[in-house]
């Protein structure tokens, strides 16, 4: 299967303001995350849509923060990153990519992965070139294809009939070899898998491994979740794999990893000439990220092995993903059980809501959900493209980065109202 999304039209649907807006923005809604927040807010609903924690950040983090702050660190940052940030990331990152990083060659710090995904985008891609999207994806990259002027090509995971992990929906080697053209520059994963919770295989990641060599690919592979992983399931980097990398450009987010997604602080790893081409990019966007920071998160990850940190943040999420995923199954949302991430996605297939209107079903399904039982879930047709939407008809996404009691209080009103 083969799909190119047309720049002009992507998202057009869901397009709420007429403005003198350039056509390179034109074709974009309000993201689902904002639109589903503010519904929440609106209806009083226990918010399990957006992905942000509700618990407050650990206190060796938030001291930190409060140290850098009062130490000076308060003008322009090194554009490529804060020493004292991308120096405790080389400690961090050499062992798990099983080389020496180069601090100031080799990494570039973001103002979130949002960031990273754009300059990694702006800095690689020309105009006309197309970049492989897996669907579900994450809802920026599409977005952040089209501002740099290539088209996106969607290739959706498979998900295997009666899934009910999230390895079992697979990418279809022979789908993406379809996909695959000599206008082709670049692949996007995301491992763990926001939405679905999936984690990659090694094998998996070899077989896409060699498509990208035979094809002399690039890849971008967005790790923002590669801290929560579940039932011992190993995170693989494809960027470990066997010449994979020279072609791989890896991110993290601060945000995720710490808690503190409104500190917008991520990271692009990659070999020096793509690392350069990041930052090309980066200097001309916001130039330099918060000064202090970097210096927290720097200090943070200093950290993290003797508290152990990385390995009880997993431990936590195991625990919060139990109580949701007992709550869906006694509801009646069969749900896909996440090897990594914070999120749920459920079959809704069974629900008999009254659906009124010509939306896409879980769409309306959500708004439901919102309105009427007090629980807010997203959509995850926005993470499809307008093509291949009816593919997420009968799935909803729920996150459990939620203290304990509102996730008890969201799985009282599921087992009450539904
Ligand atoms: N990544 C978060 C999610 O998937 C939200 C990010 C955002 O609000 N843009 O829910």
């Known amino acids: ?22 056509v390179r923005v034109q074709s974009f809604g309000t993201t689902v995350f904002a639109e589903y927040s503010a519904l929440s807010l609106e209806y009083d609903a226990i918010n399990l849509g957006q992905g942000f924690p509700d618990f407050p950040a650990p206190d060796f983090v938030i001291e930190a923060a409060r140290t850098a702050l009062a130490s000076g660190y308060n003008q322009y ?7 004292r940030l991308v120096n405790a990331l080389a400690a961090v990152y050499s062992p798990v990519f099983d080389r020496e990083l180069d601090p100031l060659t080799q990494i570039v710090v973001t103002t979130g992965a949002t960031e990273g995904i754009y300059a990694t985008v702006q800095g690689l891609v020309n105009p006309g070139d197309e970049v492989i999207l897996i669907e579900p994806f994450y809802d920026s990259y599409p977005p952040s294809v089209i501002m740099a002027g290539g088209t996106p090509v969607y290739v959706p995971l498979r998900p ?15 789908d993406l070899r379809a996909a695959i053209s000599p206008k082709t520059k ?36 967005d790790e923002v979740y590669e801290w929560m992983t579940y039932d011992g399931t190993p995170h693989v980097r494809i960027a470990t794999l066997p010449g994979m990398w020279e072609r791989t450009i890896t991110l993290g987010s601060a945000g995720k990893t710490f808690s503190v997604t409104g500190w917008k602080i991520g990271w692009a790893i ?22 202090p920071l970097q ?27 139990e ?38 079903r879980d769409v309306q399904i959500c708004r439901w959900l919102t309105k009427e039982i007090g629980v807010t879930a997203i959509p995850p047709s926005a993470f499809y493209s307008p093509e291949h939407s009816h593919l997420a008809s009968n799935v909803a996404r729920f996150c459990f980065c939620k203290t304990d009691a509102i996730l008890e209080a969201a799985a009282t009103r599921l087992r009450t109202n539904l």
């Open 323 to 360: 109580i949701l995923l007992s709550a869906l199954n006694d509801v009646g949302f069969p749900p896909l059980t996440p090897h990594g991430s914070y999120f749920i996605l459920v079959d809704t297939t069974d629900l008999d809501a009254p659906l009124p209107t010509d939306d896409l």
């Open 1 to 22: 299967m083969r799909l190119r999304g047309p720049s002009t039209t992507f998202l057009k649907e869901r397009a709420t303001v007429s403005t003198p807006a350039a």
């Open 186 to 221: 670049l692949i996007i994963i995301n491992t763990p898998l926001n939405p679905v919770g999936k984690m990659y295989s090694r094998e998996e990641l070899l077989a896409l491994a060699q498509v990208a060599q035979e094809h002399d690919l690039l890849v971008l592979s």
């Open 270 to 291: 990659a070999p020096e000439p793509l690392a350069h081409a990041v930052l090309m990019a980066h200097q001309w966007i916001p130039f330099a990220v918060t000064t």
């Open 160 to 174: 295997k009939p009666g899934a009910t992990s999230a390895a079992d929906w697979r990418i279809d080697m022979e």
């Open 295 to 321: 210096e927290a998160v720097g200090a943070a990850f200093e950290q993290v092995e003797e508290r152990n940190y990385l390995h009880e943040l997993s431990v936590m999420y195991q625990a919060k993903r």
């Open 77 to 83: 940052a090194r554009s490529a990153g804060h020493p």
